[in-house]
């Protein structure tokens, strides 16, 4: 469910909250719908659309992670309108510089 440039495994999974670790950084392949609802909720990981409308998680440290679809309104509103969210592996400029 889980691949990428080391072991890797979901280790919760469920209709709100999806819950793993990756033993090293790199980009990994969850085998589940992406979609642009999804936020981190912990970890030092990512998540981006990947091929075939999957979902791909970056993440910048080994470790656990935990991503949760958005539930409310508002936090969806926020979510399609955050325009200084950088997409994964594209640094976030420095504040104030364009």
Known sequence: MLTG??????????PR???GW?????????RLH???YW?????S???ARAR????????????PFAIRAIETPGRILTAILDRDSP???????PHGSH
């Open 5 to 14: 440039p080391g072991a890797a495994s979901v280790t919760a999974l469920g």
């Open 17 to 19: 909250e999806i819950e």
């Open 22 to 30: 990756t033993a090293r950084p790199g980009s990994y392949l969850l």
């Open 34 to 36: 992406f979609t642009p």
């Open 39 to 43: 936020s981190v909720a912990r970890g």
């Open 45 to 47: 990981v990512c998540v």
């Open 52 to 63: 075939g409308a999957l979902t791909r998680i970056e993440a910048s440290r080994a470790g």
């Open 87 to 93: 997409p994964c592996g594209v640094p976030k400029p």
